[in-house]
């Protein structure tokens, strides 16, 4: 099937097969056994499966190639056999499809491999994209239709699936991510962000399975409708909640009559290619079909077209032409900086950090990023750059660099939707890079720029963005996805420089293209520069200037542009200059020592001395501050070294725990809460806070025994693989002060309760990501009562609720690591 071929028949309701997990179990599948193994010794059950499936209306049916890649199939020892045991997989699919009535298309299956990226992980992205590379291309062979990339949870890990999809076949894509209760993957992705990356990046369909019942995934819809542009969208929802039945087997609280009810919701907010997961057979999918027909999709209202959006993995910044003004924060930039190229040349990317931090704090909503400079890799600088910024900001960034090479590593390593800075109408930009940008679903600045150097006049100008723009629409690039820099040239040197600058914006601005420009060139070589570039920046306000490359905590700057945004009358430009003008008077305020407050207030007539004057007591500084900041910021390298520089200095180790590294790992722990801070900083702050740990240990076991502190065993139950949250709850009780025991994955109750005697556990922590795996816990519960131990059980994991938790007599639930921290200090008394 090409994609155009795709799009044609998904101008109709398609239906998608229901759940195959839940449904093998029941007819005998059990836990901790390779499914692609057990199907191919049971192909009868299987193939029984589908031909209900695809006799209940299916027109999309996945094969069950889930987990069928190299990592996964290494834990049974099969990653030898990946080509044979999906050829044979797909065979079973494509002879059911044989026996329909209706057309029915076979998709090729495939997840998250268990495995996590760097930083949070191990893995390097092209081993990962090879990995993928390896699954897709065996499904190709086997005769897939199109490709499903399902169940994901990481949007970084989505796009190496797609990247693969791309570089080794044309097939359709389609998309769907799982969602927490609160509207984001486990790494902190929303709706809407994962919509704008994934169909730039080339997906034919996107949506969301598994995750929750019908009615909540309606937001996750909508936000994804609202801002896709061209591509349907899918709902596979689950079967309302996981419960126990009457025999202690995992079911779902609801049937198919209530689920297709709900479905309307999900229709109703546009999606259009249904199915169903966890819990939902072929009779569910049966009243889908007679609920909805298959009739024409209707056309669902999106948001008024000319919108532009750039995004992180955590967030996404949308713009108009018709929208206020904004700031791309130009600080991360070594030239001129000579302890950013100092730090930078030793590994450290703390001023980096710093900036980025700053420029987010003074209002910039986009950051750009260059790496630019002498004695350094400069690839490597700028991934390794990208990782550290993703820890500490959620804005989406622009990457800067002027050499190609390092611009498609950083569009390939980025995960999200990049602005690229920037294509001219030099060959080798036009010719290599333009395609690239295309390729990873990418913004562009267009440089007006050739092969010549900077043109002569204003009409050459032209010529070039035309011919940029040209090129880039035979790329399938559209009006949206380019920004035209003004080209800015110093009026010191030509008094036209201004003029011709603000000609081109009024020309992009009439051609409904939006435009930037970087503000310090027009004052070069004049005295007073800032009332320049102030004053410019006014007048290119006024020709329709969507953006300026700048410092964003020059506040004349800053506040001149906002003030023109509001004389302009654009919507809501009066309470942004209001508020910004609050700030500023705040900081004016934070930044007043008391003694300059004491001698306003006539308290001292002067100050003791000019040292006096400019110190502020009330800023605490010095190198408990500095490894507070580490905790915070996730500063895994440094941090060893501040904490040895601590001691050195004669700081306690029992203080510097509980004043310093257990209040800051309190502090992520509630911003994580808040929804500030999301599984990538959490896993970064934790790694950080154990690094410190291991320095004062041995130094924290002279003073107290650690025999005192409580023991908790920790593992994924009997049947599960999964231990990415297991392992992070793990990490924070060791920070905590408990002596966790790390059991691993897979782990039968017998062990697990054996462990917890040995070892006198106060606490067993029990995890299951699968609802096929979730009642292990209730026999290891029950399993404990026959046993007579008295430690307290806690369980979690994605599909685990407090209602299961009461369900099955746990002691308690956490929903996050965090939260997990909480509940066994009350469980302890700590």
Same mark, same amino acid.
């Given at each position: 099937?090409?994609?155009?071929?795709?799009?044609?028949?998904?101008?109709?309701?398609?239906?998608?097969?229901?759940?195959?997990?839940?449904?093998?179990?029941?007819?005998? !599948?059990?836990?901790?056994?390779?499914?692609?193994?057990?199907?191919?010794?049971?192909?009868?059950?299987?193939?029984?499966?589908?031909?209900?499936?695809?006799?209940?209306?299916?027109?999309?049916?996945?094969?069950?190639?889930?987990?069928?890649?190299?990592?996964?199939?290494?834990?049974?020892?099969?990653?030898?056999?990946?080509?044979?045991?999906?050829?044979?997989?797909?065979?079973?699919?494509?002879?059911?499809?044989?026996?329909?009535?209706?057309?029915?298309?076979?998709?090729?299956?495939?997840?998250?491999?268990?495995?996590?990226?760097?930083?949070?992980?191990?893995?390097?992205?092209?081993?990962?994209?090879?990995?993928?590379?390896?699954?897709?291309?065996? !499904?190709?062979?086997?005769?897939?239709?199109?490709?499903?990339?399902?169940?994901?949870?990481?949007?970084?890990?989505?796009?190496?699936?797609?990247?693969?999809?791309?570089?080794?076949?044309?097939?359709?894509?389609?998309?769907?991510?799982?969602?927490?209760?609160?509207?984001?993957?486990?790494?902190?992705?929303?709706?809407?962000?994962?919509?704008?990356?994934?169909?730039?990046?080339?997906?034919?369909?996107?949506?969301?399975?598994?995750?929750?019942?019908?009615?909540? !995934?309606?937001?996750?819809?909508?936000?994804?409708?609202?801002?896709?542009?061209?591509?349907?969208?899918?709902?596979?929802?689950?079967?309302?909640?996981?419960?126990?039945?009457?025999?202690?087997?995992?079911?779902?609280?609801?049937?198919?009559?209530?689920?297709?009810?709900?479905?309307?919701?999900?229709?109703?907010?546009?999606?259009?290619?249904?199915?169903?997961?966890?819990?939902?057979?072929?009779?569910?999918?049966?009243?889908?079909?007679?609920?909805?027909?298959?009739?024409?999709?209707?056309?669902?209202?999106?948001?008024?077209?000319?919108?532009?959006?750039?995004?992180?993995?955590?967030?996404?910044?949308?713009?108009?032409?018709?929208?206020?003004?904004?700031?791309?924060?130009?600080?991360?930039?070594?030239?001129?900086?000579?302890?950013?190229?100092?730090?930078?040349?030793?590994?450290?990317?703390?001023?980096?950090?710093?900036?980025?931090?700053?420029?987010?704090?003074?209002?910039?909503?986009?950051?750009?990023?260059?790496?630019?400079?002498?004695?350094?890799?400069?690839?490597?600088?700028?991934?390794?750059?990208?990782?550290?910024?993703?820890?500490?900001?959620?804005?989406?960034?622009?990457?800067?660099?002027?050499?190609?090479?390092?611009?498609?590593?950083?569009?390939?390593?980025?995960?999200?939707?990049?602005?690229?800075?920037?294509?001219?109408?030099?060959?080798?930009?036009?010719?290599?890079?333009?395609?690239?940008?295309?390729?990873?679903?990418?913004?562009?600045?267009?440089?007006?720029?050739?092969?010549?150097?900077?043109?002569?006049?204003?009409?050459?100008?032209?010529?070039?963005?035309?011919?940029?723009?040209?090129?880039?629409?035979?790329?399938?690039?559209?009006?949206?996805?380019?920004?035209?820099?003004?080209?800015?040239?110093?009026?010191?040197?030509?008094?036209?420089?201004?003029?011709?600058?603000?000609?081109?914006?009024?020309?992009?601005?009439?051609?409904?293209?939006?435009?930037?420009?970087?503000?310090?060139?027009?004052?070069?070589?004049?005295?007073?520069?800032?009332?320049?570039?102030?004053?410019?920046?006014?007048?290119?306000?006024?020709?329709?200037?969507?953006?300026?490359?700048?410092?964003?905590?020059?506040?004349?700057?800053?506040?001149?542009?906002?003030?023109?945004?509001?004389?302009?009358?654009?919507?809501?430009?009066?309470?942004?200059?209001?508020?910004?003008?609050?700030?500023?008077?705040?900081?004016?305020?934070?930044?007043?020592?008391?003694?300059?407050?004491?001698?306003?207030?006539?308290?001292?007539?002067?100050?003791?001395?000019?040292?006096?004057?400019?110190?502020?007591?009330?800023?605490?500084?010095?190198?408990?501050?500095?490894?507070?900041?580490?905790?915070?910021?996730?500063?895994?390298?440094?941090?060893?070294?501040?904490?040895?520089?601590?001691?050195?200095?004669?700081?306690?180790?029992?203080?510097?725990?509980?004043?310093?590294?257990?209040?800051?790992?309190?502090?992520?722990?509630?911003?994580?809460?808040?929804?500030?801070?999301?599984?990538?900083?959490?896993?970064?702050?934790?790694?950080?806070?154990?690094?410190?740990?291991?320095?004062?240990?041995?130094?924290?076991?002279?003073?107290?025994?650690?025999?005192?502190?409580?023991?908790?065993?920790?593992?994924?139950?009997?049947?599960?693989?999964?231990?990415?949250?297991?392992?992070?709850?793990?990490?924070?009780?060791?920070?905590?002060?408990?002596?966790?025991?790390?059991?691993?994955?897979?782990?039968?109750?017998?062990?697990?309760?054996?462990?917890?005697?040995?070892?006198?556990?106060?606490?067993?922590?029990?995890?299951?990501?699968?609802?096929?795996?979730?009642?292990?816990?209730?026999?290891?519960?029950?399993?404990?009562?026959?046993?007579?131990?008295?430690?307290?059980?806690?369980?979690?994991?994605?599909?685990?609720?407090?209602?299961?938790?009461?369900?099955?007599?746990?002691?308690?639930?956490?929903?996050?690591?965090?939260?997990?921290?909480?509940?066994?200090?009350?469980?302890?008394?700590?």
């Amino acid at each position: 099937m090409t994609k155009s071929e795709f799009k044609d028949i998904a101008k109709q309701y398609l239906y998608l097969d229901g759940a195959t997990g839940s449904n093998l179990v029941r007819a005998g !599948m059990p836990s901790g056994v390779s499914p692609e193994q057990w199907i191919l010794e049971h192909p009868d059950v299987m193939l029984d499966l589908q031909r209900q499936y695809v006799a209940a209306g299916t027109n999309i049916l996945y094969a069950p190639t889930f987990t069928a890649n190299r990592i996964k199939l290494a834990e049974y020892g099969l990653e030898g056999q990946l080509e044979d045991i999906i050829r044979k997989l797909t065979a079973i699919s494509r002879q059911a499809a044989a026996e329909a009535l209706q057309p029915v298309y076979i998709a090729g299956d495939l997840t998250m491999t268990g495995a996590q990226l760097k930083p949070m992980g191990n893995l390097e992205l092209e081993q990962l994209i090879t990995v993928y590379k390896e699954q897709i291309a065996a !499904m190709e062979q086997a005769g897939v239709d199109l490709l499903v990339i399902e169940t994901m949870m990481s949007l970084a890990e989505t796009r190496a699936a797609l990247i693969a999809a791309k570089e080794v076949c044309d097939l359709p894509v389609m998309v769907t991510m799982t969602f927490e209760a609160d509207g984001r993957t486990l790494y902190g992705t929303d709706a809407k962000t994962a919509a704008v990356v994934l169909e730039s990046l080339g997906a034919s369909a996107i949506g969301v399975n598994c995750s929750t019942g019908p009615a909540h !995934m309606r937001q996750i819809v909508a936000d994804m409708v609202s801002c896709k542009k061209n591509v349907p969208i899918i709902a596979k929802p689950n079967a309302g909640l996981p419960c126990l039945d009457d025999s202690g087997d995992t079911c779902y609280n609801m049937n198919a009559d209530e689920f297709a009810e709900e479905m309307k919701m999900l229709v109703e907010a546009g999606a259009s290619l249904l199915g169903g997961c966890c819990g939902t057979t072929p009779e569910f999918i049966r009243r889908l079909h007679d609920t909805f027909g298959t009739g024409p999709v209707p056309v669902i209202k999106r948001k008024a077209d000319g919108i532009r959006m750039l995004s992180s993995e955590r967030q996404t910044v949308e713009f108009g032409l018709e929208d206020g003004f904004f700031i791309v924060g130009e600080r991360i930039n070594p030239t001129g900086k000579k302890l950013l190229q100092a730090q930078l040349r030793e590994g450290n990317f703390n001023k980096v950090l710093q900036f980025a931090e700053e420029q987010e704090k003074s209002g910039a909503r986009i950051l750009d990023v260059n790496m630019g400079m002498s004695g350094i890799d400069e690839k490597a600088v700028m991934l390794q750059a990208l990782d550290e910024i993703s820890m500490v900001t959620n804005l989406p960034l622009s990457l800067d660099s002027s050499h190609v090479d390092v611009l498609e590593a950083a569009l390939r390593h980025y995960p999200g939707r990049a602005l690229v800075n920037s294509v001219s109408m030099e060959k080798e930009k036009m010719d290599i890079l333009l395609p690239l940008v295309k390729k990873y679903g990418a913004m562009f600045i267009l440089l007006p720029l050739s092969d010549k150097g900077l043109p002569t006049d204003i009409q050459e100008k032209k010529q070039i963005i035309e011919t940029v723009l040209e090129r880039a629409y035979s790329l399938g690039l559209q009006d949206e996805d380019i920004i035209v820099d003004g080209l800015v040239s110093t009026v010191g040197a030509s008094k036209k420089a201004a003029l011709e600058t603000l000609e081109t914006i009024r020309y992009c601005r009439e051609k409904g293209l939006a435009s930037v420009c970087g503000l310090s060139n027009i004052s070069f070589g004049m005295p007073e520069r800032s009332y320049v570039n102030t004053a410019f920046l006014t007048l290119a306000i006024r020709e329709g200037l969507t953006m300026a490359i700048a410092n964003p905590s020059q506040e004349l700057l800053v506040s001149c542009a906002l003030a023109t945004d509001m004389l302009l009358n654009k919507e809501e430009a009066d309470i942004r200059y209001i508020e910004y003008a609050g700030t500023v008077a705040e900081k004016r305020v934070q930044k007043e020592t008391a003694l300059q407050r004491q001698m306003r207030e006539g308290v001292l007539q002067k100050p003791p001395n000019k040292a006096a004057e400019l110190s502020s007591p009330e800023s605490e500084t010095g190198i408990r501050v500095t490894i507070r900041n580490s905790v915070l910021k996730g500063n895994r390298k440094g941090i060893p070294d501040q904490v040895r520089e601590a001691l050195a200095e004669g700081e306690e180790p029992s203080v510097l725990l509980n004043e310093v590294l257990l209040p800051a790992i309190n502090e992520v722990g509630e911003l994580f809460d808040k929804g500030k801070y999301f599984l990538p900083q959490l896993i970064a702050s934790g790694e950080a806070m154990k690094n410190a740990v291991e320095i004062l240990e041995p130094l924290l076991l002279r003073e107290t025994d650690s025999r005192d502190k409580p023991v908790v065993i920790i593992a994924t139950v009997e049947g599960d693989i999964h231990d990415i949250g297991k392992n992070l709850v793990a990490l924070m009780l060791k920070n905590y002060g408990f002596r966790v025991i790390d059991l691993g994955k897979d782990v039968p109750k017998e062990e697990i309760i054996r462990a917890a005697r040995e070892n006198h556990a106060q606490i067993i922590a029990l995890s299951a990501l699968m609802t096929t795996t979730m009642r292990r816990m209730k026999e290891v519960i029950e399993y404990a009562g026959r046993e007579g131990l008295t430690a307290k059980i806690m369980i979690g994991g994605a599909v685990i609720t407090q209602d299961y938790a009461d369900e099955i007599g746990a002691d308690g639930y956490s929903a996050d690591a965090a939260e997990a921290v909480k509940l066994a200090r009350r469980l302890t008394g700590r």
